[in-house]
């Protein structure tokens, strides 16, 4: 009895490692996707490369393409790197090391500042921003809001959209007291969930259980920007090590194509012209 | 031929038995090679106890991230540490076998529960109950430690009632034949007899709740100052690397590196404790 | 002169104690709960076996859930020989010595080392340096380290358990120390083995920091293990934090607790079977 129990155990112990050299062999034997590529950085962009990216799949099934998230620097490092073939970057002026890739602008976009709903408040002066994200105007009854401090949300060091946010309103150094999250989308979240809560974040990425402020009496939508009232807005860059080729560049077209500019324009960024 | 054959399996087997040693050295030496030379540069102290941290600047103080650390550490050992003992001594002590058979894999099953799913809760549920009726942002160090008291008390439950359950039943029989009730057997006779384990497992908790990232980043807030109340947001040594690790380069990523040493170091500080204290157990039983 | 009687002290105790465990269990429950009550009914055929649409917006989490199989899979892949292998040297092929000392801490130790680091680790080497990209084999391999600590554990304690005895018989009979390791001593440790592989899965399963940096999130099905995949943890991760889905992101985490309640399940199925059928 021992022993015919014995044999079976060994048999089941052969069986699982077959099967997971079966997989193993399964996993590596297929072969690569025939055209694949990484898109990393700007997560302010990260969800219109997607939704560009699913469009441009759904017509070429044969293709893969990778979004992946990070930040700006992400994009740069990784466009560098090689870890992505195309890094996306939204910032309003491109780092030294940046000059190494050829970059194209596939888009515009501004930069809307957000609070909760709930908040009565709805304009800033320019000046008025600048204070708060400094740290130096900490209460909403300062700026003709409730009694209650003001939680000032911001994005990682690193972040484009926080480089370029500070740069546009001026701000030298982010309040100490800044709660900090690392993606548009975790802004949005802790806005919407905390009603003493400012944060900023791409027009584009806005949606109804947000409100967006005026900065300077001019609200932030497409039109505005294309008029060029409306001030805080920055570019989007592609980013590619040598001029791009292969499906990078056919990408890169696709984007910049009239159906991809379309694409753009309805999710709420601004095209590139 | 069989010999050799033997002598070829046990070459092979021992090549193998140093992949987890050399695993680790691997690690070791990639952290220490990245992140050592920022801390000789600046000087450990400045690296250490300033507390400027703007990476854009130049400026790398981990200070702030160490005290959040510290903090979210601590208050999670005095909210999981008490519950998960308190648990470990009524489940072995004061109900049935057959209860502790069946609530020890329950408890341990939720050490598998994804530590994503405890930080959205603590998002959804912790932090606006925090806002609402202790003020500040909500997302603090107060709704970290909250979480990740919870988060370790299966770690402390399941190695204290090994601990507990490892203590012969001699030591109980005794101590109620000498007429002692069953709490004074247990505060008297059982916890010392297993006090090694339960603290070794305190110890194992601590390095878990250090080491713990996703969670943290979703309900502390994050923000790089050093912390005057519990009701602050703060950012933890864990959360900087997971936060900047991607963009990171030249001296920041030396930087975040060299903070991965610091929880490299005092992970193994952790580690060596408990071992010895677990030694100490097995040597002397 | 005690305040107190003994046998107050030991029924104040009893209730201190009672209600600490009872506060234990009740918000266990309630995270449990919580996620079901409101992820459960976003589950159905659809939403596990369709793609997901919209960055997973709409749809179902397919790919994820492939990731969340293969991952685990490619981790224990390597980890399961070498962590089996490593148990086998310690008890049944060498003396317990500065060597064994050695190994034995090292396992510990990297068993204690959070998995941020191996993040880290796994980026800086296997992404970058090795210049894998993010991918399931990167995702894989940094995940198999991570639970080798645990593999080496269980299966050291399993192979101890199997009486010497049984060793004695087959070298009795000829056998040779490996013959004897592969047909008696793994066999009979299998329940150990078993266990500790069912934990491991339930640790990859639920890692996300070391996974988001060296498998990426790409959110298709994989074609090698050269691409890149999202986990079910992951996936949730984005979903939540960056508020795409409420309803999406309750229903993975659903889908996360029913599978990791089944991984348990199972484990104790087997070693039960296993137990039951050896006495």
Same mark, same amino acid.
């Given at each position: 009895m021992q022993k015919s129990t014995v044999g079976m155990k060994t048999l089941t112990l052969k069986r699982l490692a077959l099967v997971g050299c079966a997989a193993a062999v399964a996993l590596c034997g297929c072969s690569r996707q025939s055209a694949s590529i990484t898109l990393a950085g700007s997560t302010a962009f990260q969800p219109?490369?997607?939704?560009?990216?699913?469009?441009?799949?759904?017509?070429?099934?044969?293709?893969?393409?990778?979004?992946?998230?990070?930040?700006?620097?992400?994009?740069?490092?990784?466009?560098?790197?090689?870890?992505?073939?195309?890094?996306?970057?939204?910032?309003?002026?491109?780092?030294?090391?940046?000059?190494?890739?050829?970059?194209?602008?596939?888009?515009r976009d501004g930069i809307a500042l957000v609070v909760h709903p709930a908040n009565p408040v709805t304009n800033l002066a320019l000046a008025q921003a600048r204070a708060i994200f400094s740290g130096t105007l900490r209460n909403w009854k300062d700026v003709g809001g409730a009694d209650q401090p003001i939680?000032?949300?911001?994005?990682?060091?690193?972040?484009?959209?926080?480089?370029?946010?500070?740069?546009?309103?001026?701000?030298?150094?982010?309040?100490?007291?800044?709660?900090?999250?690392?993606?548009?989308g975790t802004i949005r979240e802790t806005v919407i969930n905390d009603?003493?809560?400012?944060?900023?974040?791409?027009?584009?990425?806005?949606?109804?259980?947000?409100?967006?402020?005026?900065?300077?009496?001019?609200?932030?939508s497409t039109d505005k920007v294309i008029a060029g009232t409306y001030s805080l807005v920055r570019p989007i860059f592609l980013l590619t090590k040598g001029a791009p080729e292969g499906l990078a560049k056919a990408f890169i077209g696709y984007i910049l194509s009239t159906n991809g500019q379309q694409c753009i324009q309805r999710n709420g960024l601004i095209p590139a012209q | 031929m069989k010999a050799r054959a033997e002598k070829l399996a046990q070459r092979i087997l021992l090549v193998i038995a140093l992949s987890a040693i050399s695993s680790l050295i691997l690690i070791a030496l990639f952290i220490f090679k990245e992140g050592t030379p920022i801390m000789v540069k600046m000087g450990l102290r400045r690296f250490l106890f300033s507390s400027?941290?703007? @990476?854009?600047?130049?400026?790398?103080? /981990?200070?702030? *991230?160490?005290?959040?650390?510290?903090?979210?550490?601590?208050?999670?050992m005095l909210i999981g540490a008490p519950l998960g003992i308190a648990g470990a001594i009524f489940l072995n002590e004061f109900v049935p076998k057959t209860v502790l058979r069946i609530v020890?894999?329950?408890?341990?099953?939720?050490?598998?529960? @994804?530590?994503?799913?405890?930080?959205? /809760?603590?998002? *959804?549920?912790l932090a606006p109950l925090i806002r609402n009726h202790l003020g500040g942002p909500g997302l603090s160090i107060l709704a970290a430690a909250v979480i990740l008291g919870v988060m370790i008390l299966p770690t402390v439950i399941s190695i204290s009632t090994d601990a507990i359950g490892a203590v012969p039943n001699s030591y109980r029989e005794g101590a109620l034949a000498l007429g002692a009730t069953r709490w004074q057997a247990v505060h008297m006779v059982i916890l010392k007899a297993a006090r090694s384990g339960i603290i070794a497992s305190i110890i194992l908790a601590m390095g878990r709740a250090i080491g713990e990232t996703m969670a943290v980043i979703m309900v502390a807030g994050n923000t790089v100052k050093l912390p005057h109340s519990v009701l602050n947001s703060a950012r933890t040594l864990t959360a900087t690397i997971a936060f900047e690790m991607a963009s990171a380069t030249g001296r920041h990523r030396e930087a975040l590196f060299a903070i991965g040493v610091v929880l490299f170091v005092i992970i193994m500080l952790l580690n060596s404790f408990a071992t010895v204290i677990l030694r100490g157990r097995t040597t002397r039983a | 002169?005690?305040?107190?009687?003994?046998?107050?002290?030991?029924?104040?105790?009893?209730?201190?104690?009672?209600?600490?465990?009872?506060?234990?269990?009740?918000?266990?429950?309630?995270?449990?709960?919580?996620?079901?009550?409101?992820?459960?009914?976003?589950?159905?055929?659809?939403?596990?076996?369709?793609?997901?649409?919209?960055?997973?917006?709409?749809?179902?989490?397919?790919?994820?859930?492939?990731?969340?199989?293969?991952?685990?899979?490619?981790?224990?892949?390597?980890?399961?020989?070498?962590?089996?292998?490593?148990a086998v040297y310690l008890t049944e092929y060498t003396r317990e010595g500065r060597l064994t000392r050695i190994i034995r801490f090292g396992t510990d130790c990297l068993a204690g080392i959070p998995s941020i680091i191996f993040g880290l680790f796994g980026f800086i080497f296997f992404v970058t340096i090795l210049k894998m990209g993010w991918c399931l084999l990167a995702g894989g391999l940094t995940l198999a380290i991570m639970i080798l600590p645990t593999i080496i554990r269980t299966t050291e304690e399993a192979i101890r358990a199997v009486p010497y005895s049984y060793r004695e018989v087959s070298f009795s009979l000829g056998a040779t120390r490996w013959a004897t390791v592969v047909k008696v001593v793994l066999?009979?440790?299998?329940?150990?083995?078993?266990?500790?592989?069912?934990?491991?899965?339930?640790?990859?399963?639920?890692?996300?920091?070391?996974?988001?940096?060296?498998?990426?999130?790409?959110?298709?099905?994989?074609?090698?293990?050269?691409?890149?995949?999202?986990?079910?943890?992951?996936?949730?991760?984005?979903?939540?934090?960056?508020?795409?889905?409420?309803?999406?992101?309750?229903?993975?985490a659903a889908v996360l607790i029913i599978s990791i309640l089944l991984l348990n399940v199972t484990t104790y199925w087997l070693m039960h079977r296993f137990i039951g059928r050896r006495t």
């Amino acid at each position: 009895m021992q022993k015919s129990t014995v044999g079976m155990k060994t048999l089941t112990l052969k069986r699982l490692a077959l099967v997971g050299c079966a997989a193993a062999v399964a996993l590596c034997g297929c072969s690569r996707q025939s055209a694949s590529i990484t898109l990393a950085g700007s997560t302010a962009f990260q969800p219109f490369a997607e939704k560009l990216a699913e469009q441009y799949m759904a017509a070429h099934p044969d293709i893969g393409i990778t979004v992946q998230g990070g930040g700006s620097a992400v994009g740069i490092q990784s466009a560098l790197s090689g870890a992505a073939q195309i890094g996306m970057a939204d910032l309003l002026e491109l780092p030294a090391e940046a000059q190494a890739l050829t970059s194209v602008v596939v888009a515009r976009d501004g930069i809307a500042l957000v609070v909760h709903p709930a908040n009565p408040v709805t304009n800033l002066a320019l000046a008025q921003a600048r204070a708060i994200f400094s740290g130096t105007l900490r209460n909403w009854k300062d700026v003709g809001g409730a009694d209650q401090p003001i939680t000032v949300v911001s994005r990682e060091a690193g972040s484009g959209t926080r480089a370029s946010f500070e740069k546009l309103i001026g701000v030298v150094k982010l309040s100490p007291d800044a709660l900090v999250q690392d993606s548009s989308g975790t802004i949005r979240e802790t806005v919407i969930n905390d009603q003493r809560a400012v944060g900023y974040l791409s027009h584009g990425l806005v949606n109804d259980k947000l409100k967006m402020l005026q900065v300077d009496d001019q609200e932030c939508s497409t039109d505005k920007v294309i008029a060029g009232t409306y001030s805080l807005v920055r570019p989007i860059f592609l980013l590619t090590k040598g001029a791009p080729e292969g499906l990078a560049k056919a990408f890169i077209g696709y984007i910049l194509s009239t159906n991809g500019q379309q694409c753009i324009q309805r999710n709420g960024l601004i095209p590139a012209q | 031929m069989k010999a050799r054959a033997e002598k070829l399996a046990q070459r092979i087997l021992l090549v193998i038995a140093l992949s987890a040693i050399s695993s680790l050295i691997l690690i070791a030496l990639f952290i220490f090679k990245e992140g050592t030379p920022i801390m000789v540069k600046m000087g450990l102290r400045r690296f250490l106890f300033s507390s400027e941290w703007e @990476p854009q600047a130049g400026l790398f103080g /981990i200070y702030p *991230m160490i005290v959040a650390s510290l903090w979210v550490t601590l208050g999670a050992m005095l909210i999981g540490a008490p519950l998960g003992i308190a648990g470990a001594i009524f489940l072995n002590e004061f109900v049935p076998k057959t209860v502790l058979r069946i609530v020890k894999p329950a408890i341990e099953l939720l050490a598998g529960i @994804p530590s994503v799913v405890y930080g959205f /809760i603590g998002v *959804m549920v912790l932090a606006p109950l925090i806002r609402n009726h202790l003020g500040g942002p909500g997302l603090s160090i107060l709704a970290a430690a909250v979480i990740l008291g919870v988060m370790i008390l299966p770690t402390v439950i399941s190695i204290s009632t090994d601990a507990i359950g490892a203590v012969p039943n001699s030591y109980r029989e005794g101590a109620l034949a000498l007429g002692a009730t069953r709490w004074q057997a247990v505060h008297m006779v059982i916890l010392k007899a297993a006090r090694s384990g339960i603290i070794a497992s305190i110890i194992l908790a601590m390095g878990r709740a250090i080491g713990e990232t996703m969670a943290v980043i979703m309900v502390a807030g994050n923000t790089v100052k050093l912390p005057h109340s519990v009701l602050n947001s703060a950012r933890t040594l864990t959360a900087t690397i997971a936060f900047e690790m991607a963009s990171a380069t030249g001296r920041h990523r030396e930087a975040l590196f060299a903070i991965g040493v610091v929880l490299f170091v005092i992970i193994m500080l952790l580690n060596s404790f408990a071992t010895v204290i677990l030694r100490g157990r097995t040597t002397r039983a | 002169m005690r305040l107190v009687s003994p046998k107050w002290t030991q029924r104040i105790a009893v209730g201190v104690l009672g209600a600490a465990t009872l506060a234990t269990l009740l918000i266990l429950l309630f995270i449990i709960v919580f996620v079901l009550e409101k992820g459960l009914r976003t589950i159905c055929w659809n939403f596990l076996f369709t793609d997901p649409q919209d960055m997973g917006r709409a749809g179902g989490i397919f790919p994820t859930l492939i990731g969340t199989l293969l991952l685990p899979l490619l981790a224990l892949a390597v980890a399961l020989p070498l962590g089996v292998g490593t148990a086998v040297y310690l008890t049944e092929y060498t003396r317990e010595g500065r060597l064994t000392r050695i190994i034995r801490f090292g396992t510990d130790c990297l068993a204690g080392i959070p998995s941020i680091i191996f993040g880290l680790f796994g980026f800086i080497f296997f992404v970058t340096i090795l210049k894998m990209g993010w991918c399931l084999l990167a995702g894989g391999l940094t995940l198999a380290i991570m639970i080798l600590p645990t593999i080496i554990r269980t299966t050291e304690e399993a192979i101890r358990a199997v009486p010497y005895s049984y060793r004695e018989v087959s070298f009795s009979l000829g056998a040779t120390r490996w013959a004897t390791v592969v047909k008696v001593v793994l066999p009979n440790a299998l329940p150990g083995i078993v266990t500790g592989v069912m934990l491991s899965i339930g640790r990859c399963i639920g890692e996300t920091a070391a996974v988001i940096f060296t498998a990426g999130q790409a959110l298709h099905l994989p074609h090698s293990v050269f691409d890149s995949v999202r986990t079910m943890s992951v996936h949730f991760y984005i979903l939540a934090r960056e508020g795409i889905s409420a309803k999406n992101a309750y229903g993975t985490a659903a889908v996360l607790i029913i599978s990791i309640l089944l991984l348990n399940v199972t484990t104790y199925w087997l070693m039960h079977r296993f137990i039951g059928r050896r006495t």
